[in-house]
């Protein structure tokens, strides 16, 4: 891949990166506890612990996509971005472009999803 396609992913990276630090998601913890009112009715109890569920849930994805974000970043530097982890082949721009983080080709993707989708499935 050549420098400008790199810059630009790089930018993409940086700017997906400050989206999700900016939102301030990972930062917040009001979302966390309990309401001392809530804790009086069970309707209101069970809805501010979903709530608390459906926070943690999307924090751990910006999380891991944060992880992804950086793990790319580092291979920017390193000179591996752009090559599938499994076999080595460049990944397709349209899939860096609509996912700057990722570490595998669309074939190994899918594979990995069927996988994933098994355990899921035996558990």
């Not at 501010?48 to 999307?58: E, R």
């Not at 974000?69 to 982890?85: N, P, S, V």
Request: glycine share 4%; net charge negative; hydrophobic share 35%.
């Amino acid at each position: 891949m050549d420098k400008k396609k790199l810059e630009h992913f790089k930018e993409l990276l940086l700017k997906h990166r400050q989206q999700i630090l900016n939102v301030g998601l990972l930062n917040k913890s009001e979302d966390l506890h309990v309401a001392e009112e809530d804790l009086s009715d069970e309707t209101d109890l069970a809805s501010s612990l979903i709530q608390q569920q459906l926070t943690c849930t999307i924090r751990d994805r910006e999380y891991a996509k944060l992880r992804r974000i950086d793990a790319a970043l580092d291979r920017i530097a390193e000179g591996t971005y752009g090559h599938c982890e499994e076999c080595d082949e460049e990944i397709g721009m349209k899939r860096l472009e609509n996912q700057p983080w990722a570490e595998l080709c669309i074939t190994h993707a899918e594979e990995k999803e069927r996988e994933d989708s098994q355990i899921w499935k035996q558990a």
